[in-house]
């Protein structure tokens, strides 16, 4: 019954798949594959989300993000949209009478710089910063925003509303950012005159690039062709770039030890032990390194052939590169989510009165008063349990991000996967690529998915967190010392964790790959891939630190071969229009060197789940396989690296059955 079973299950490969080989230990395409951690992790993640929705419905249904958008004045008025019964609008300009819908900017009585120490001296204990926060919460809706000198009044002309008194005059010029008028000019901070200079620059900017888009968008198409030509010459070129990189930090080396030791000989005094100390370090250094390179050139060998043969996949699946701008589309909306959900969390609360004590500084108010004074404004009482809405928000952002940049890894991962695995030897043939990826990895392998990344996400709201915390811990006290030790052990805390996650997402990276390899669960496929990695920790960093470098380098490559091409385009058509001096054009090579970068990126990604996958694979086929009955799926490059080969014609032309 088992060897009919296993005859049909022979056939039918041969039906669907009939240039594939099948293999006798289950791997790739032909992997016995079922649900993986469906139950756990799908139940975790669909009650976070039942969690999540409730949470966001209470929050559209109380809040409200106008009151962020727009700004409400000190008794409450939402600034063009609602105003009190008790409140007449009784204001013209030009003979026009304005409606309340007019009134769509706040401005607010910011103390001046020079009133503000004496305002702290007067209220007793307030900084600058509480007096600026007491500012905010007396703002007045506006028509516009107003120069310096003039004075703002209530929305009916006067000065006063009931028996309190609400005009101001303003120290400063103002202008507008989000319906709120700021200072324009260097008054509570120097940055924020800065960042309204810039206007000037912005404008500039932008009339440029809508004179020279035409040239972005034709380097944009050139980088997406230079990222295919790159991967192409990849598999020539590596072998050569990194042993001449390596022969000529060698020399370097070395000729950085012969002057030292050349300076040491002709130093005096304490030139001479300075830079005797500088011969032995040197020394050192190139000694370790001609160690390392004599130790690790069977490792840095199979590195470079790793990588050569990594490069075939996307030009064998170039439908691969699509996958992470698709998932790039699908984070906008989660984002976008999350983002109006924590509008609506942060604007929950009722209006209420509150006692406020402040300082009526003689720019502000007639009368040369020199004291506090209590008043009342309206303003918005928060819940207390918004803190941790946002932090939950916060969290189920990390995580749905987390998991569908690891829905395209995975896929990714399928196709390199199904490439490896096709054929031993030089003959692959993907029989499967990203259609069948994206089939197994959402028919079989979400409950992993949603596993590993349930754990970054944890470690990510934890960083976040403890951000927020450290704000206010450090005003717990003005103390120098005090702030120092609270800034120093958040540091370290954020570093740890930062080290943490990293280490977290690499175990993740290796899981995937196994399930994509193996059809493990994540726990099961974390185990196998640490081990395996273990087992050839050499090539393993190898591999790394030579794919790290040459990503990098192929990523300056093809963004600096793009900016040229930019200013070449620039400077012969003329494009900036006549009398435009060169310089003139760097916003429009800064704009294409940032989009050649983000595409570069993206084949980059591609081709670094490649590389893993390569490497993971290749440890595996050396694992189970021996060359004789059962064939090393090794390409031939690697079976001479590694020195592992097969034997002519041993078990690659057998059905399963025979092997």
């Not at 030790?485 to 080290?499: F, G, P, R, S, T």
Request: hydrophobic share 45%; with cysteine; aromatic share 14%.
């Amino acid at each position: 019954m088992g060897k009919d079973k296993e005859e049909r299950s022979f056939q039918l490969s041969e039906k669907y798949y009939p240039n594939h080989i099948p293999e006798a230990n289950e791997v790739g395409l032909y992997a016995r594959r079922g649900c993986t951690d469906f139950i756990c992790g799908f139940l975790l993640y669909a009650t976070a989300w039942a969690a999540m929705m409730s949470m966001a419905f209470v929050a559209y249904s109380q809040g409200d993000p106008r009151r962020l958008m727009h700004g409400m004045d000190r008794f409450g008025n939402l600034c063009g949209y609602t105003l009190n019964d008790t409140v007449t609008v009784d204001i013209s300009v030009n003979g026009s009478k304005l409606a309340w819908s007019d009134f769509s900017y706040i401005m607010y009585p910011l103390p001046s710089p020079e009133n503000c120490l004496e305002a702290v001296a007067a209220t007793k204990g307030k900084t600058c910063e509480d007096l600026v926060k007491d500012s905010l919460k007396q703002g007045i809706c506006t028509y516009r925003c107003l120069d310096a000198g003039e004075t703002v009044t209530w929305y009916d002309g006067t000065e006063y509303f009931g028996d309190t008194r609400v005009s101001f005059s303003l120290p400063f010029e103002t202008s507008g950012f989000f319906h709120r008028c700021i200072p324009a000019g260097d008054v509570l901070d120097a940055n924020v005159g800065e960042i309204f200079g810039l206007a000037g620059t912005a404008q500039a900017a932008f009339t440029e690039l809508e004179r020279s888009w035409p040239v972005v968008a034709a380097c944009a198409v050139g980088a997406v062709f230079l990222s295919f030509f790159w991967l192409f010459i990849l598999r020539r070129t590596v072998k050569p770039t990194v042993f001449v990189s390596l022969f000529l930090l060698f020399i370097g080396s070395g000729f950085a030890v012969y002057i030292c030791y050349t300076n040491w000989n002709r130093g005096t005094g304490s030139t001479k032990s300075t830079w005797f100390v500088f011969f032995i370090a040197t020394a050192a250094w190139f000694c370790i390194y001609t160690c390392l390179c004599i130790f690790l050139f069977k490792s840095i060998n199979v590195a470079c052939d790793t990588i050569e043969e990594a490069s075939k996949i996307p030009l064998a699946l170039p439908g691969m590169t699509l996958i992470p701008p698709c998932i790039t589309l699908l984070i906008v909306p989660v984002f976008a989510f999350h983002v109006v959900t924590a509008m609506f969390i942060q604007t929950i609360g009722d209006v209420q009165d509150q006692e406020m004590t402040v300082y009526p500084d003689q720019t502000l108010v007639s009368g040369g008063l020199n004291a506090t004074l209590d008043i009342t404004v309206q303003a918005l009482q928060t819940e207390h349990w918004q803190a941790y809405a946002h932090i939950f928000n916060v969290f189920m952002f990390f995580w749905s991000m987390g998991l569908l940049n690891a829905i395209g890894f995975l896929i990714i991962a399928f196709c390199a996967v199904f490439w490896y695995w096709s054929y031993p030897g030089d003959r692959k043939c993907p029989q499967a690529g990203v259609k069948k990826g994206f089939y197994f990895t959402v028919r079989y392998h979400l409950g992993t998915l949603m596993i590993g990344s349930l754990i970054v996400a944890v470690i990510q709201t934890i960083r976040f967190v403890l951000n927020r915390l450290e704000g206010h811990m450090r005003n717990f006290s003005e103390n120098d010392t005090v702030q120092g030790a609270i800034k120093c052990i958040h540091c370290c805390v954020q570093c740890c964790l930062a080290y943490f996650e990293r280490v977290i997402k690499f175990i993740n990276r290796n899981a995937y790959i196994m399930t994509a390899m193996a059809g493990d669960n994540f726990c099961s496929g974390a185990r196998r891939a640490l081990f395996l990695l273990l087992r050839h920790a050499f090539c393993v960093m190898a591999v790394n630190f030579i794919s790290d470098w040459v990503m990098f380098f192929g990523k300056l490559q093809i963004m600096a071969v793009s900016v040229g091409a930019g200013w070449a385009l620039i400077t012969q058509l003329d494009v900036l229009g006549p009398g435009e001096d060169t310089p003139d054009c760097i916003i429009t090579l800064i704009c294409i060197a940032i989009v050649a970068y983000i595409i570069a990126s993206v084949f980059v990604s591609v081709f670094s789940v490649c590389v893993d996958s390569v490497l993971l694979s290749f440890c595996h086929d050396l694992d189970i396989n021996n060359g004789f009955d059962k064939p090393y799926y090794l390409p031939s490059d690697l079976q001479r690296s590694l020195n592992a080969h097969n034997q002519m014609g041993a078990g690659l032309d057998q059905p399963l059955m025979q092997r």
